[in-house]
């Protein structure tokens, strides 16, 4: 084999151009590994921190679910506490609604009464009334009615009678109201007649005759009631 010194420029040139390719191959495959090895760690970094971003979305997503939940349970208990108030209301409204009518009927003044079939002989005489239909207040005795609270008060009374040119005056304490008379054919006499006053406590009002041997039909009546 011949020396270097001995070699010719051509075959000088091949081999440094041989050596050449051989470093260049082995720095370029060395580039690409190292390309190769960042490209992996990149992908690596990459999947990591997709992984992380998707726990940290499925925490949240679990922590709004059980804030939700938690909303839904006050919300339900609201509206629970809502419709049992509205349920004691409306129990409260009818009961209110009952008491006010029992007050109201308890308290209401008035009364109404038949008069019985009676010859009344004197004009002094007080005209009785019985059978009592209606006493609210307890204020009629069947003579006379007591004012148990003042107001204005409405009293009327009807007649049937076979006596002529008689009737029935409507009284207050001693003054005469209002006269219901009664004349013409003795064998169909009717009257009637209505009297609005101012009653004060313990004033009364009652009936009496206009004249002597006044007859009183059974079928009559007195009616009494507060009005304001």
């Known amino acids: 084999m011949d020396s270097p010194t001995n070699m010719t420029p051509f075959v000088k040139c091949l081999i ?6 051989i470093i260049g191959g082995n720095c370029g495959d060395h580039s ?15 999947y990591y921190n997709i992984y992380s971003k998707i726990n940290a979305m499925e925490k949240d997503l679990k922590n709004l679910e059980t804030k939700l939940l938690k909303r839904t349970k006050m919300l339900r208990q609201v509206l629970q506490s809502v419709i049992e108030m509205d349920s004691n209301l409306g ?18 003044v008035g009364f109404t009464t038949k008069l019985p079939s009676t010859t009344y002989r004197s004009t002094s005489s007080i005209i009785r009334g019985s059978p009592i239909l209606y006493n609210g ?18 009293f009327d009374v009807s007649l049937l009678s076979i006596t002529k040119n008689n009737g029935i005056w409507i009284y207050k304490n001693s003054q005469q109201l209002t ?12 009257a009637s007649v209505s009297a609005a006053v101012w009653l004060d406590v313990g004033d ?15 079928n009559s009546a007195f009616t009494g009631v507060k009005i304001n």
């Open 91 to 108: 129990l409260s409204d009818e009961n209110l609604k009952k008491e006010g009518k029992l007050a109201s009927k308890k308290n209401a």
């Open 16 to 21: 440094f151009a041989v050596v050449c390719l």
């Open 179 to 190: 006269l219901a008379w009664a004349g013409g054919d003795p064998q169909k006499n009717g």
């Open 204 to 218: 009364q009002v009652y009936l009496r005759p206009l004249r002597s041997s006044l007859y009183i039909d059974g």
């Open 32 to 46: 690409l590994d190292r390309r190769t090895n960042i490209a992996k760690r990149s992908d690596k970094n990459t």
């Open 137 to 154: 207040g307890n204020a009629y005795n069947g003579t006379v009615f007591t004012c148990p609270s003042p107001g204005l008060y409405l």
